[in-house]
């Protein structure tokens, strides 16, 4: 059974502290690795797809990294405003069509 | 902005009630999802269209409905409401099933 897994359920950062988030799955085929960012009450914010291990995105502070078995958020010298939950969805080959969810990462940056 | 315009923004109304939630996808999307997210739950996905034909079924109740329509734009009809179908409920859309999802900042639906 396809399955996603998110660690830490909670990070508490201090600003300028980098640190990691891991996305570990279980997918029979990986068709694409996704990680969202999600503020309360608004929808998920799409950040990076991955699509083969090795490969790795950028975007700002953030970079992902996929293995095949996992998938890291690294967070370098984060900002209060990156506090939010972060998402990591995978579809798999037999997925039939659908993104199987994690439950995601609330992460706190304080000033 | 995502581009994925989800109407109203707000809904609260009673139990037993029947509601319909709206969705416009981005230009050139033919994908649509429905998606639930009760408080502090995770995403539950609820249903796609592609084109106007439905192509996957998640953990959707036989009190919901949904459709996409020719121009693209799909509506979640939620009937006999209760109390539990209080929640956000998000769309998204996409290219196809491998591009990532786009989504909606989501209707807030209030069951009294």
């Known amino acids: 059974e396809d399955q996603v897994t998110q660690s830490p359920e909670a990070l508490r950062l201090q600003e300028g502290e980098s640190s990691s988030l891991n996305c570990s799955y279980t997918?029979?085929?990986?068709?694409?690795l996704f990680w969202y960012r999600q503020d309360p009450g608004k929808g998920p914010e799409f950040l990076f797809t991955?699509?083969?291990?090795?490969e790795e995105k950028e975007k700002e502070r953030l970079k992902a990294t996929l293995t095949k078995k996992e998938s890291f958020l690294h967070i370098t010298a984060p900002k209060p405003e990156d506090s939010a939950t972060y998402l990591c969805a995978v579809r798999g080959m037999d997925s039939n069509y659908q993104l199987i969810w994690g439950a995601g990462t609330k992460l706190i940056i304080k000033p | 902005d995502s581009g994925v315009t989800q109407t109203p923004k707000h809904l609260i109304t009673a139990t037993g009630q029947r509601v319909t939630l709206r969705c416009s996808p981005r230009?050139?999307?033919?994908?649509v999802y429905w998606y639930q997210q009760s408080l502090d739950q995770g995403l539950q996905f609820l249903i796609q269209y592609y084109n106007g034909e439905e192509r996957a079924k998640g953990n959707i109740l036989e009190r919901f409905s949904a459709q996409q329509f020719p121009d693209l734009h799909s509506e979640l009809n939620l009937s006999s409401l209760e109390l539990g179908d209080s929640a956000l409920y998000f769309c998204a859309s996409g290219r196809d099933v491998n591009q990532p999802q786009h989504f909606g900042d989501g209707t807030r639906l209030s069951i009294l």
């Open positions: 991955l699509y083969s291990a090795g």
């Open positions: 997918v029979s085929g990986l068709r694409g």
């Open positions: 230009s050139g999307d033919l994908s």
